[in-house]
């Protein structure tokens, strides 16, 4: 019998370690799945390079250095950049819209709204050499607003009061331990409508379009793809082949080579979008939207 159980332990060993790691095998097997590489996947150089631009703007230090990146790599001879945001704060949509506007000096792009280019998105995509959207996107809501959670009856129903000290008359502009008053209204107006004008200004110049007719293709208007290529906002509708194509043309390789998307960076990425929309939708926000 003690033979027996020396002859199978190996047998009985892998079957009881299998047996007490079932769920991490599984957990790894398919994570291995889904982010291993196809069998078909390209080794060529390639030279035509896809940029993501996915999820609400907060943060674009990563999509920025992707496009400094290729504009200084030789090797890439036009740029896609793939939209689908609802917008989102100010700065960093204009770091990605100056950083097209660089791009756009060296060699071509072309923005492709796959789902919402709105707002912040609709920004950062304005100094492409074109912009493609597909006919089932949503396009424009050109407008700048601040928003913020009035705390103060909750406060007070469960015993929690706010102490101050400041110096400065609109040093608590936007707080939300109480109501805003009409001269702190006021104050965050004046910059929402600076910000306004600027936005609608760098739209007119980048798409070639009369300011003073701004109330036709801003003032937060919301268009499909067809209506927004009426008012002058987008150039052509088209899915993600056309777009692709579009950008060949336009940079004349003979043998286009277009970058894989790392499957990972990609998950972690949506992931930090998902959790950057929840941290920012109760708390005020300078944002457009």
Same mark, same amino acid.
């Given at each position: 019998? !003690? @033979?027996?159980?020396?002859?199978?332990?190996?047998?009985?060993?892998?079957?009881?370690?299998?047996?007490?790691?079932? %769920?991490?095998?599984?957990?790894?097997? /398919?994570?291995?799945?889904?982010?291993? +590489?196809?069998?078909?996947?390209?080794?060529?150089?390639?030279?035509?390079?896809?940029?993501?631009?996915?999820?609400?703007?907060?943060?674009?230090?990563?999509?920025?250095?992707?496009?400094?990146?290729?504009?200084?790599?030789?090797?890439?001879?036009?740029?896609?950049?793939?939209?689908?945001?609802?917008?989102?704060?100010? +700065?960093?949509?204009?770091?990605?819209?100056?950083?097209?506007?660089?791009?756009?000096? *060296? %060699?071509?792009?072309?923005?492709?709204?796959?789902?919402?280019?709105?707002?912040?998105?609709?920004?950062?995509?304005?100094?492409?050499?074109?912009?493609?959207?597909? +006919?089932?996107?949503?396009?424009?809501? /050109?407008? &700048?607003?601040?928003? @913020?959670?009035?705390?103060? !009856?909750?406060?007070?129903?469960?015993?929690?009061?706010? $102490?101050?000290?400041?110096?400065?008359?609109?040093?608590?502009?936007?707080?939300?331990?109480? *109501?805003?008053?009409?001269? *702190?209204?006021?104050?965050?107006?004046? &910059?929402? $409508?600076?910000?306004?004008?600027?936005?609608?200004?760098?739209?007119?110049?980048?798409?070639?379009?009369?300011?003073? $007719?701004?109330?036709?293709?801003?003032?937060?208007?919301?268009?499909?793809?067809? $209506?927004?290529?009426? &008012?002058?906002?987008?150039?052509?509708?088209?899915?993600?082949?056309?777009?692709?194509?579009? &950008?060949?043309?336009?940079?004349?390789?003979?043998? +286009?080579?277009?970058?894989?998307?790392?499957?990972? !960076?990609?998950?972690?990425?949506?992931?930090?979008?998902?959790?950057?929309?929840? /941290?920012?939708?109760?708390?005020?926000?300078?944002?457009?939207?």
């Amino acid at each position: 019998m !003690e @033979g027996l159980k020396k002859l199978f332990l190996p047998i009985t060993a892998t079957l009881g370690f299998i047996q007490n790691h079932f %769920k991490a095998m599984v957990f790894v097997l /398919i994570v291995f799945l889904i982010f291993a +590489p196809t069998d078909s996947q390209d080794l060529r150089p390639i030279n035509l390079q896809q940029i993501s631009l996915i999820g609400p703007i907060f943060d674009t230090t990563e999509v920025v250095e992707q496009i400094d990146a290729a504009r200084e790599d030789d090797r890439i001879k036009g740029v896609l950049l793939n939209v689908d945001s609802p917008g989102g704060t100010v +700065p960093p949509s204009l770091e990605v819209a100056y950083a097209i506007k660089r791009l756009k000096e *060296e %060699k071509p792009v072309v923005v492709y709204a796959s789902g919402t280019l709105a707002s912040g998105s609709y920004y950062a995509s304005i100094w492409a050499d074109e912009i493609m959207a597909n +006919p089932g996107s949503m396009v424009g809501s /050109i407008g &700048v607003i601040m928003q @913020g959670a009035n705390l103060s !009856e909750l406060m007070e129903k469960i015993g929690i009061s706010s $102490q101050v000290i400041k110096a400065g008359k609109y040093k608590q502009v936007g707080t939300a331990d109480r *109501e805003w008053n009409e001269d *702190e209204k006021e104050e965050l107006n004046k &910059v929402i $409508q600076g910000t306004y004008q600027m936005f609608i200004q760098d739209v007119a110049e980048a798409r070639g379009l009369d300011i003073n $007719q701004s109330d036709h293709y801003a003032n937060a208007h919301i268009f499909t793809a067809a $209506q927004a290529k009426a &008012v002058g906002l987008i150039d052509t509708l088209g899915v993600s082949y056309d777009a692709k194509r579009r &950008v060949e043309k336009l940079s004349e390789v003979t043998d +286009p080579a277009w970058n894989k998307e790392d499957k990972f !960076e990609k998950f972690m990425r949506t992931l930090g979008a998902e959790g950057s929309m929840l /941290i920012h939708t109760y708390f005020p926000a300078y944002s457009l939207r």
